[in-house]
Nanobody
Framework: QVQLVESGGGLVQAGGSLRLSCAAS????????MAWFRQAPGKERDFVAA????????RYADSVKGRFTISRDNAKNTVYLQMNSLKPEDTAVYYC???????????????WGQGIQVTVSS
């Protein structure tokens, strides 16, 4: 089992920045691929970004490329999502997820955080 707890969400104006954190406990953090997903009201849970176990491989959704940065600190068992130049369409509940194998589909991830709200006002 892997337990995940997100923090750092909130309300921000368009153009602003937020940094999400996800603290992991349980199974070895460095053995997990870590990802961020988001879900807006009435919509499916969408992939945002993923990082490999070492952090050497990273992938982003096209909608966030150049604005969001995913990173991980295996010594602190934490993954981060730095979000810059935020837009109202970034408003969603953001979820941290973990999986032993590389994946970009929500259905492939075994472990999930409880989610945290990010609201971007225009």
């Amino acid at each position: 089992q892997v337990q995940l707890v997100e923090s750092g969400g909130g309300l921000v104006q368009a153009g602003g920045s937020l940094r999400l954190s996800c603290a992991a406990s349980g199974r070895t953090f460095s053995a997990q691929v870590m990802a961020w997903f988001r879900q807006a009201p009435g919509k499916e849970r969408d992939f945002v970004a993923a990082t490999s176990r070492s952090g050497a491989s990273i992938r982003y959704a096209d909608s966030v490329k150049g604005r969001f940065t995913i990173s991980r600190d295996n010594a602190k068992n934490t993954v981060y999502l730095q979000m810059n130049s935020l837009k109202p369409e970034d408003t969603a509940v953001y979820y941290c997820a973990a999986n032993p194998a590389w994946a970009t589909y929500a259905t492939e991830y075994d472990y999930w955080g409880q989610g945290i709200q990010v609201t971007v006002s225009s």
